[in-house]
Nanobody
Framework: QVQLVESGGGLVQAGGSRRLSCAAS????????MGWYRQAPGKQRELVAR???????YYADSVNGRFTISRDNARNTVFLQMNSLKPEDTAVYYC??????????????WGPGTQVTVSS
């Protein structure tokens, strides 16, 4: 029906930057909140940032001022610009979105994740 696919992960040195993308595809009528989460080894998945269709954003305290979430509604895509990266930002980053299909069904799928590794 609908799916999300992340891209942009990789290895980066501390202090560097990385930009993640997540594209939604399928029988999409509308997308509400889109968000980025992350899960480090041995830890629970946590919310990093989210953005409403209106553009209103929320950031976790740990990334506020360093990360910026944005979206392109025409391309059903959400981005996460990560600056001043720290080793503790190392995690698998997942995308999530509230999607309504053309059939009127509601889904909240997750992408497969993309690994971000920050070396010290």
């Amino acid at each position: 029906q609908v799916q999300l696919v992340e891209s942009g992960g990789g290895l980066v040195q501390a202090g560097g930057s990385r930009r993640l993308s997540c594209a939604a595809s399928g029988n999409i009528f509308s997308i509400g909140v889109m968000g980025w989460y992350r899960q480090a080894p041995g830890k629970q998945r946590e919310l990093v940032a989210r953005i409403r269709a209106s553009g209103r954003t929320y950031y976790a305290d740990s990334v506020n001022g360093r990360f910026t979430i944005s979206r392109d509604n025409a391309r059903n895509t959400v981005f996460l610009q990560m600056n001043s990266l720290k080793p503790e930002d190392t995690a698998v980053y997942y995308c999530n979105a509230e999607i309504t299909t053309t059939n009127g069904d509601a889904y909240s799928p997750w992408g497969p994740g993309t690994q971000v590794t920050v070396s010290s």
